[in-house]
């Protein structure tokens, strides 16, 4: 995430777009709060990526790595990280998925349904805006 966080500064500075694919994805394991992140800064806390707290309109930005860590959640939970999650596409189709669908979640379905589309698997139905199949 460092690295990433490195080639954005040097493709802002060459006025070049750069879009990497998630790194990493955390999750409020009793709730809708989602996270994905592309770049970790320097300062070792802040991340940039794709925030959704479940009110239906994830938004790109950077969000504090202590924060969400600090996070206390019912039953002694905490917020966690997805130990399996697969980036599936660029942050910019992240992102446009999710605030279509109204969830990061959501456009997690539906970026796996098109990438096992890709692969010649058998796929469920789409997804409509509600998540529904």
């Not at 500075?13 to 809708?32: I, S």
Request: with cysteine; proline share 8%; hydrophobic share 40%.
């Amino acid at each position: 995430m460092r690295a990433n966080a490195r080639a954005s500064r040097l493709h802002e500075q060459r006025d070049e777009r750069f879009d990497p694919f998630p790194v990493v994805k955390f999750f409020n394991p009793v709730g809708a709060a989602t996270w994905i992140a592309t770049e970790l800064y320097d300062d070792g806390d802040t991340l940039f990526g794709l925030a959704d707290l479940g009110f239906g309109c994830p938004e790109m930005g950077v969000f504090s790595l202590t924060e969400i860590a600090g996070v206390r959640l019912p039953f002694g939970l905490f917020i966690e990280r997805d130990e399996h999650f697969e980036p599936l596409a660029p942050l910019s189709l992240w992102s446009d998925t999710a605030r279509r669908m109204g969830a990061i979640v959501l456009a997690e379905a539906e970026l796996r349904r098109i990438t096992d589309s890709r692969n010649g698997n058998e796929l469920p139905p789409p997804l409509d805006d509600r998540g529904a199949g």
